[in-house]
């Protein structure tokens, strides 16, 4: 999955555990019910998939330098007991589900894999799709016109691996 992605999935996980509205944590609202969540997504992405600055503000919807301070601020805030309980219930289930996810060991596998779950090679080779899972990795060739459907396939035939995915 790229960075966007994965960020998007941990801000749909603590919107999910925290009980609030999918897509909240990216309104202007200050209110502490929103703003610790935000905080919290925004901690883990940086700190459990290196997440950069940058994308994790395109998807909260603010600037750079939000982020920065929230993870500047992380050590103090953790000390307050209603942002360390976000914090710990929002990174439990976070590790739970990282930790379910399967990788793949031979390539040869991973690739067979994919093209039986959908996945089609183009001989075209105008696009290159680098797939990562753990130290193994796979290269997915396709034409411009089919890339998209290919996206959708892999991250669909992916969906319980965890996987990174590069653009070449």
């Given amino acids: 999955m790229t960075p966007k992605d994965n960020f998007i999935h941990i801000c749909n996980l603590t919107t999910s555990v925290m009980g609030l509205r999918k897509g909240s944590l990216s309104y202007k609202s200050r ?15 940086r700190i459990e998939e ?8 395109e998807v909260l919807n603010r600037h750079r330098a939000s982020v920065y301070h929230y993870e500047k601020t992380h050590q103090s805030n953790y000390a307050w ?3 360390r309980d976000v914090f710990n219930k929002v990174y439990m289930a ?10 793949f060991v031979d390539k040869y596998y991973m690739k067979e894999y994919l093209l ?3 996945v089609k ?3 075209k080779n105008e696009v290159r799709i680098m797939l990562k899972s ?4 796979v290269v997915i060739t396709t034409s411009y016109m089919d890339f998209s459907n290919q996206l959708e396939n892999i991250k669909f035939a992916l969906r319980d691996y965890k996987y990174e995915m590069e653009i070449l």
């Fill in 50 to 57: 290196n997440i950069s600055h940058s994308v994790i503000a």
């Fill in 134 to 137: 753990s130290r193994v990795g």
């Fill in 81 to 83: 007991e209603k942002y």
């Fill in 31 to 45: 209110k502490t019910e929103v703003q610790i969540p935000r905080m919290v997504a925004a901690i883990i992405g």
């Fill in 121 to 123: 090679e183009n001989e």
């Fill in 116 to 118: 039986k779950n959908g």
């Fill in 94 to 103: 976070y590790t739970q589900i990282e930790n379910s996810k399967k990788v």
